[in-house]
């Protein structure tokens, strides 16, 4: 497959960068993003990195990154976020749990998304499930099938302490391309 990744919002310390809580939404979107395309690579897929660091504010954040999407022909768009909001800064024991947005149920994305969000559930988060928008910027103007993954809550105490980078962008290539095919052809090789 050819698939654009990138990681949400400015860089940390710039105008119009990602939340912040315990961890910080930008610096860790874009280790989970870098992880991804790692992988996605390895396995033999051209991967373009469509992430924008320092544009002059949100809206220009938003533009730019999609003019980087739209100039490459590709399957997939990807992109990678952290969300808040919930402020469980005790921790209840339960974490709020991973979303995947898709622009509507036909977008060809969203069966990807129905697997990402469940491989991050197979992490022990909880599965919020897919969720539909026409509004948000990048899944309304990529062309290609795109998906937005908020991968767990940056104020929730309970998601901070399970979340993994490695084990997170893992779950989300296990989703994009099926899980452990690697493994699977080792195994075939151990029968024969
Ligand atoms: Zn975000």
Redesign the pocket.
Same mark, same amino acid.
């Given at each position: 497959m050819r698939i654009n990744v990138h990681a /949400? =919002?400015n860089a940390d310390g710039r105008t119009a960068c /990602?939340?912040i809580g315990f961890i910080r939404?930008s610096t860790e979107a874009r280790r989970v993003k870098d992880a991804v395309a790692w992988m996605l690579r390895q396995q033999g897929h051209t991967v373009y990195d469509c992430t924008v660091d320092d544009a002059a504010g949100v809206s220009a954040n938003l533009r730019e990154i999609v003019a980087k999407c739209n100039a490459r022909d590709v399957d997939l768009d990807i992109s990678v =976020?952290?969300n808040s909001g919930v402020g469980d800064l005790a921790g209840n024991g339960r974490t709020t749990g991973t979303e995947v947005y898709v622009y509507s149920p036909s977008s060809e994305a969203t069966a990807h998304a129905e697997k990402v969000c469940q491989a991050i559930a197979g992490l022990g988060f909880r599965n919020r499930g897919v969720k539909y928008s026409k509004g948000l910027y990048v899944l309304k103007n990529t062309k290609a099938p795109a998906m937005l993954i908020e991968c767990c809550f940056v104020d929730d105490r309970d998601d901070v302490q399970l979340y993994d980078c490695q084990q997170m962008a893992d779950a989300i290539v296990d989703g994009i391309c099926g899980r452990h095919m690697v493994a699977e052809e080792s195994d075939e090789d151990k029968s024969r």
């Amino acid at each position: 497959m050819r698939i654009n990744v990138h990681a /949400g =919002h400015n860089a940390d310390g710039r105008t119009a960068c /990602g939340a912040i809580g315990f961890i910080r939404e930008s610096t860790e979107a874009r280790r989970v993003k870098d992880a991804v395309a790692w992988m996605l690579r390895q396995q033999g897929h051209t991967v373009y990195d469509c992430t924008v660091d320092d544009a002059a504010g949100v809206s220009a954040n938003l533009r730019e990154i999609v003019a980087k999407c739209n100039a490459r022909d590709v399957d997939l768009d990807i992109s990678v =976020h952290f969300n808040s909001g919930v402020g469980d800064l005790a921790g209840n024991g339960r974490t709020t749990g991973t979303e995947v947005y898709v622009y509507s149920p036909s977008s060809e994305a969203t069966a990807h998304a129905e697997k990402v969000c469940q491989a991050i559930a197979g992490l022990g988060f909880r599965n919020r499930g897919v969720k539909y928008s026409k509004g948000l910027y990048v899944l309304k103007n990529t062309k290609a099938p795109a998906m937005l993954i908020e991968c767990c809550f940056v104020d929730d105490r309970d998601d901070v302490q399970l979340y993994d980078c490695q084990q997170m962008a893992d779950a989300i290539v296990d989703g994009i391309c099926g899980r452990h095919m690697v493994a699977e052809e080792s195994d075939e090789d151990k029968s024969r």
